[in-house]
């Protein structure tokens, strides 16, 4: 017998079964699932990891750690004898906008560059100069930013012009990852989007943006859709993936609207990991696209509208290793909103959505020698909730079919009482989904639509549905004219 709507035991998990792989910004982690969607009882496997920064702005990760990391958790949940042949294909999504310089025989020439590296600022400020910010978000669905490639390529070209050169192809982590397990950097339309340079309507490389990163498309995979996976391919060390398709890479984002339920217009939802996002799914681009949002192509006819936020669970983890905060906080996160909260504008790692300010950083507003270590942690979180507000004001009249915000991730799952301060700020319900790992589930079942169309799929588990507060609502309203007026004044500049 299965042991919840999440979990099932081996002999009960129904064919055909997949392994999800996800790579995120603090472990790489992985797992069997059955044809419903079920994670398989002791068949998960996790490799915590850190990202090397510096105040530089240098935010990147060794690839070859990672593919190494990746091999130990097909190691852990591939070893068990029963599994015989029953794996059917092997899936794996990335922390999204990641770059590397491989040679032609596929040897990294460079570290992996996440998300949250900004080194390029200084490139960005020029691109904007020299293009038409606008004209190039309404094609690609991407502003000018450090998360993306074409100032990341022209700064590696200054910065470190002989690397730069011997760069026979750019590719993502998941493309580098699968290159040295099967041979062939299977690239998922979501991470070619990703990289900032392909257009969301046609599916094409942007010629113009390829023009002033001094690339050209050969240097980049083709988008493939999740329908297009390669093989069999069986490397000799994992004899249980003899008959498994390999799919190609996707992102993270895409991944973890499809296992939160958030498969159409109608559910907007709030990832709260490390990073954060709004995201919502369209058939079809915006149009007109919002100026703060990007909206990526990730599969023929779909897109994925919304807005990232470097600093979510990075921002609570640091207040935990920072302040003396209380063993308890749940306290802490439902007492009444009180004005000698501080002002925080949480941005410890620079502005993604909706302003795009790369090398923002954060403000600490209304510090008082009262302030305790626990009013202070109300006022990060607050400040993470109206980060997300920000988001939200501008993709409401792009998306104004949704009826429902689920959110999903570590933090949701590690403080929930936090979902009464978000529902508060955006005024609206906010449901907890509350399955661990629902990036990883929803990489999962994109490859079951491929392999298993036909079998219902487990729903998904949710928790806690927060209602806004009217009390509150002066409360927050207030708060976002002010943290509005600092950001203007010392951000925006």
């Given at each position: 017998?299965?042991?919840?709507h999440?979990n099932?035991?081996?002999?009960?998990?129904?064919?055909?079964?997949?392994?999800?792989?996800?790579i995120?910004?603090t472990?790489?982690?992985g797992?069997v699932?059955?044809?419903a969607?079920?994670?398989?009882?002791?068949l998960?496997h996790?490799v915590?990891?850190?990202?090397?920064?510096?105040p530089?702005g240098?935010?990147?990760?060794d690839p070859?750690?990672?593919?190494?990391?990746?091999?130990?958790?097909?190691?852990?949940?591939?070893?068990?004898?029963?599994?015989?042949?029953?794996?059917?294909?092997?899936a794996m999504?990335?922390?999204?906008a990641?770059l590397i310089?491989?040679d032609?025989?596929g040897?990294?020439?460079t570290?992996?560059?996440?998300?949250?590296?900004?080194?390029?600022?200084?490139?960005?400020?020029?691109?904007?100069?020299?293009?038409?910010?606008h004209a190039v978000?309404?094609?690609?669905g991407t502003?000018?930013?450090?998360s993306?490639?074409?100032?990341?390529?022209r700064?590696?070209?200054?910065?470190?012009?002989?690397v730069?050169?011997a760069?026979?192809?750019?590719?993502?982590l998941?493309?580098?990852v699968?290159?040295?397990?099967?041979?062939?950097p299977?690239a998922?339309?979501?991470?070619?989007?990703w990289?900032g340079?392909?257009?969301r309507?046609t599916g094409?490389y942007?010629?113009?943006?390829?023009?002033?990163?001094?690339?050209?498309?050969?240097?980049f995979?083709?988008?493939?859709d999740?329908?297009e996976?390669?093989?069999?391919v069986?490397p000799?060390?994992?004899?249980?993936?003899?008959?498994?398709?390999?799919f190609p890479?996707i992102?993270?984002?895409?991944?973890?609207?499809?296992?939160?339920?958030?498969?159409d217009?109608?559910?907007?939802?709030?990832?709260?990991?490390?990073s954060?996002?709004l995201?919502?799914?369209?058939?079809?681009p915006?149009d007109?696209l919002?100026?703060g949002?990007?909206n990526?192509?990730?599969?023929?006819?779909?897109?994925l509208?919304?807005?990232?936020?470097n600093?979510?669970?990075?921002?609570?983890s640091?207040?935990?290793?920072?302040?003396?905060?209380?063993?308890?906080l749940a306290?802490?996160?439902?007492?009444?909103?009180?004005?000698a909260?501080?002002?925080v504008l949480?941005y410890?790692?620079g502005?993604r959505?909706?302003?795009?300010v790369?090398?923002?950083?954060a403000?600490?507003?209304?510090v008082?020698?009262?302030?305790?270590?626990?009013?202070?942690?109300?006022g990060?979180v607050?400040?993470v909730?109206m980060?997300?507000a920000?988001?939200?004001?501008?993709?409401h009249?792009?998306?104004?079919?949704?009826?429902?915000?689920?959110a999903?991730?570590?933090?949701?799952?590690d403080?929930p009482?936090?979902?009464?301060?978000?529902?508060?700020?955006?005024?609206?319900p906010?449901t907890?989904v509350?399955r661990?790992?629902?990036?990883?589930?929803?990489t999962a079942?994109?490859?079951?639509?491929v392999l298993?169309?036909?079998?219902?799929?487990?729903?998904?588990t949710?928790g806690?549905?927060?209602?806004p507060q009217?009390?509150?609502?002066d409360?927050?309203?207030?708060?976002?004219a002010?943290?509005?007026?600092?950001?203007n004044?010392?951000?925006?500049?």
């Amino acid at each position: 017998m299965g042991r919840t709507h999440d979990n099932v035991e081996l002999h009960a998990a129904l064919d055909p079964l997949v392994v999800a792989l996800d790579i995120g910004s603090t472990a790489t982690r992985g797992g069997v699932h059955d044809a419903a969607g079920r994670a398989v009882h002791g068949l998960q496997h996790k490799v915590p990891h850190a990202f090397t920064v510096a105040p530089d702005g240098t935010s990147v990760i060794d690839p070859d750690q990672v593919t190494a990391e990746i091999e130990q958790v097909l190691d852990a949940v591939t070893g068990d004898a029963q599994l015989g042949t029953r794996i059917a294909g092997v899936a794996m999504d990335t922390f999204a906008a990641s770059l590397i310089g491989v040679d032609a025989h596929g040897r990294a020439l460079t570290p992996c560059m996440t998300y949250a590296d900004s080194r390029s600022a200084g490139e960005v400020a020029r691109l904007r100069e020299q293009l038409d910010e606008h004209a190039v978000q309404q094609r690609t669905g991407t502003r000018v930013h450090t998360s993306y490639h074409a100032p990341r390529l022209r700064w590696l070209a200054a910065t470190q012009p002989r690397v730069a050169a011997a760069a026979v192809s750019w590719w993502s982590l998941g493309e580098y990852v699968l290159a040295r397990l099967v041979g062939e950097p299977l690239a998922g339309t979501s991470t070619v989007a990703w990289t900032g340079l392909l257009d969301r309507r046609t599916g094409e490389y942007d010629t113009e943006l390829l023009a002033a990163a001094g690339a050209d498309a050969g240097q980049f995979s083709a988008p493939r859709d999740m329908a297009e996976p390669a093989g069999p391919v069986a490397p000799a060390r994992w004899p249980a993936l003899a008959r498994a398709a390999w799919f190609p890479v996707i992102t993270d984002g895409f991944a973890s609207n499809i296992g939160s339920g958030a498969t159409d217009a109608t559910v907007l939802t709030a990832a709260t990991a490390t990073s954060g996002a709004l995201r919502v799914l369209l058939d079809g681009p915006a149009d007109p696209l919002p100026f703060g949002l990007w909206n990526y192509r990730v599969a023929a006819g779909r897109t994925l509208l919304g807005g990232a936020i470097n600093d979510v669970g990075r921002a609570v983890s640091w207040a935990q290793a920072t302040l003396r905060l209380s063993p308890e906080l749940a306290a802490v996160l439902t007492a009444a909103p009180t004005e000698a909260t501080p002002l925080v504008l949480p941005y410890l790692t620079g502005e993604r959505a909706p302003g795009w300010v790369g090398g923002a950083r954060a403000v600490f507003g209304g510090v008082s020698t009262a302030t305790d270590p626990d009013t202070l942690f109300r006022g990060i979180v607050e400040g993470v909730a109206m980060t997300y507000a920000r988001v939200a004001d501008e993709l409401h009249p792009a998306a104004p079919q949704v009826v429902e915000v689920a959110a999903a991730g570590r933090v949701s799952n590690d403080q929930p009482e936090w979902l009464q301060v978000l529902a508060d700020v955006l005024g609206r319900p906010v449901t907890h989904v509350t399955r661990k790992r629902a990036t990883q589930r929803g990489t999962a079942l994109l490859a079951l639509d491929v392999l298993a169309p036909d079998v219902p799929r487990a729903p998904r588990t949710t928790g806690a549905t927060y209602e806004p507060q009217p009390g509150h609502a002066d409360y927050y309203a207030g708060r976002r004219a002010r943290f509005a007026e600092v950001y203007n004044a010392l951000i925006r500049g």
